[in-house]
């Protein structure tokens, strides 16, 4: 038994040729958000604090695609979507479709404390938030140039919108492209938290995918699908939402440790390779009992981890971490 | 292979005091229903086709919650929303936020043939019905004088403002119990509206799917999402069986009670009535639903712990059964 803490910021074809600066700013931000979650978690925050704090900080970061940094529909606008669920009491909040939130997460939040609903969207999302005073931007705060200019990409090769995670295809991998800096296609961030008396909650946030038709839900805001928590265990998902949906990933990890009695790891494994396509899923997940795991499917996921026991992990790559340094 | 098998709902919690001609108008459109499938089935048509053109008629009628008929939000407008479900392959599709398309359970289908997503919701999804060219009608359509009732007296009842999950601390809840009147979702039996249409069926092939639709809860705040558009929660088929959900929504979404009937059919071995009832029992918890399923050999099976499920099934041996109470 013990706290444990893991992060994500979205799986997908995230080539190793990366350009060290861009890396190491994602780096950087993956340990700030770890070395944040684990003062909070030390500070006896409960995981669900633990959980909408840390998406909250990765949202307002400009490098991954979630609130600042969101990648665009088709028409150029931003449709940002979020659920979070405590494992304790089961409770969830979810919302789609939304353009002037700035931390969608927390709007989540209040849609599971204070509405007997569970996912509010669109319109009615929006209104809710000015009912509950939330912090609102003009829709230009969350657009950068970099995902302009990717989507402008994607409309070109008009192959993204099958399936993002595909990079545009460059002849020569080693002459620099302008803006292919590889992840540009990736989405999704969450965090997933225990503490030391075995309460869970998962979170997970995202822009979702460039070039989207307006008006499409991924995985993210579906409970079972990219967020779930229960009793066992918390787990957020990233990758091909349509895949995830699918294959309610963050669901079927729970529901193998409790109907087939699999360990965590053997659970997410499970459901990385058996369940979810080749190049499509990835998923941070944590147990009661303080065990972490992060499989994924796809060349890389943004991703860290840290345990009571001292353990800590920031990687992108399979078998490539990095000191974590927390 | 135990030949075809089909399910249709009409939603679950029923008033007890339903007037006897209600009862036998809704006994006769689940009786249409069935036979419109069987009739399906018969000429070999693919499961998937069978739940969407028997969920399109549910629709159609106005009888029960969804297309014409549904539930009206605290607006007094329609907000509609449904999923579909294949079994082979496990593609889906849903809408949510429909206010013009005459039968959403279509446009979920074409979501899932013919766009790159799963999942389209509010004008991101009424945009791709006209590209699609399918039926579109004035929102008035939907909107009947019963619902119009119906809406004033939820109103007046404001308890959709009361949060039905969150126990009174310190109150004993057994004496409370008494002391109310059966309620389903909030509101008091008597305006309660069954929350949805669905349909599951097996074909001679072995093939599942499952179709589920809803105007959801009656005075929702606009861009309320509920179970019926959520694969896992609402709708969810795979090779093992296809199921169906109803009722309270957000007790549907955070058991995932459709993909758990088929979780604990693959990870603990359950037969499908087994799945079903333990899904009712042990699922739910304290919240009203029922469901309806088919195996993949053909089996049919529901269940539910509301007051009531507006149902009816049939097998290829000629077994045949409509029924509202238990």
Known sequence: ?326 | MGGWAIAVHGGAGVDPNLPKERQEEAKQLLTRCLNLGISALRSSLPAIHVVELVVRELESDPLFNSGRGSALTEKGTVEMEASIMDGPGRRCGAVSGVTTVKNPISLARLVMEKSPHSYLAFSGAEEFAKQQGVEMVDNDYFITEDNVGMLKLAKEANSILFDYRIPIIGSDSCSAAVENPIQMNGLPISIYAPETVGCVVVDGQGRCAAATSTGGLMNKKLGRIGDSPLIGAGTYACDLCGVSCTGEGEAIIRGTLARDVAAVMEYKGLGLQEAVDFVIDKRLDGGKAGLIAVSGTGEVAYGFNSVGMFRGCATQDGFMEVGIWE
């Open chain 1, 1 to 326: 038994m013990g706290w444990a803490i893991a992060l994500h910021g979205g799986a997908g074809d995230i080539p190793r040729s990366m350009p060290s600066e861009r890396r190491e700013l994602r780096e950087a931000a993956l340990r700030h958000c770890l070395h944040m979650g684990v003062e909070a978690i030390k500070a006896n925050r409960s995981p669900l604090d633990v959980a909408e704090l840390i998406v909250r900080e990765l949202e307002d970061n400009p490098h991954f695609n979630a609130g600042k940094g969101s990648v665009l529909t088709s028409n150029g606008t931003v449709e940002m979507e979020a659920s979070i669920m405590d494992g304790n009491t089961m409770k969830c909040g979810a919302v789609s479709g939304l353009t002037t939130v700035k931390n969608a997460i927390s709007l989540a939040r209040l849609v599971m404390d204070k509405t007997p609903h569970i996912y509010l969207a669109f319109n009615g999302a929006e209104a809710f938030a000015k009912q509950q005073g939330v912090e609102t931007v003009d829709s230009s705060h969350f657009i950068t140039p970099e995902n302009i200019e990717r989507l402008k990409q994607a409309k070109e090769t008009n192959t993204v919108q099958i399936d993002y995670t595909q990079r545009v295809e460059v002849k020569d991998a080693s002459l620099p492209v302008p803006n292919e800096d590889g992840d540009s296609q990736i989405g999704t961030v969450g965090c997933v938290a225990v503490d030391s008396h075995g309460n869970l909650a998962a979170a997970t946030s995202t822009g979702g995918l460039v070039n989207k038709m307006v008006g499409r839900i991924g995985d993210t805001p579906v409970i079972g699908a990219g967020t779930y928590a229960n009793s066992y265990c918390a787990v957020s998902a990233t990758g091909k939402g349509e895949a995830i949906i699918r294959a309610t990933v963050a669901r079927d990890v729970a529901a193998l440790m409790e109907f087939k009695g699999l360990s965590l790891e053997e659970a997410a494994k499970h459901v990385i390779e058996e369940r979810a396509p080749k190049f499509t899923a990835g998923l941070v997940a944590v147990s009661a009992s303080g065990e972490v795991a992060m499989p994924f499917n796809t060349t890389g996921m943004f991703r860290a981890c840290a345990t009571e026991d001292g353990y800590t992990e920031v990687g992108i790559w399979p078998n490539e971490t990095c000191d974590g340094e927390v």
